[in-house]
């Protein structure tokens, strides 16, 4: 029903602190044409036994499988099908998606975590300019679009106000000089 389970959202947190080298590393570099993401996952290797780098871009849009982009293919994909490249992005894809749900009834456990974690781009301006990147698919702009409105739109110290009553009814108008409307 969407409401955050905040034990459940603690017990996670606590997880990813206690293990964040099982936690993706971006890497987020700015070109004049826009800007790049990089992901690692700790411990995943290339052919060449280098660590596994992998700019998303490379799963844009422009590239479809089955009439759909690729990375919505690689979400709805059986696992086992996927190259190594496709599960971790998957994994990428993923991770944001639990970082967004955490961050859920301004979590601010979660919030400061996500916020002061170094191998996460998660400044205000970084996803800002991810968000505007045309050549990152439109799965991740939007994965990190709700993670951007957990991290800076609902989040504390946020208050309703009390809205303002523009009308008001006046029970008794007398017309001046006894004079009649419509009349």
Known sequence: DGAPVVALQQMII???VHNAELLPVCRVTNF?????LGIHVPGTKDESGRDLYLDVADFGDHRKVK???MASHILTAPFGELTQTESTLRYFVRCINLYANVCLGRNQKALSFLLKNSSMPFQYDTILSLLREQTLPALIRARLTSLMIRLYVDRSPQSSAPQILYTRIWSKVKPAGGEHWGA
């Open 14 to 16: 606590d997880g990813l």
């Open 32 to 36: 004049k044409q826009g800007v790049r």
């Open 67 to 69: 009439s759909r982009d």
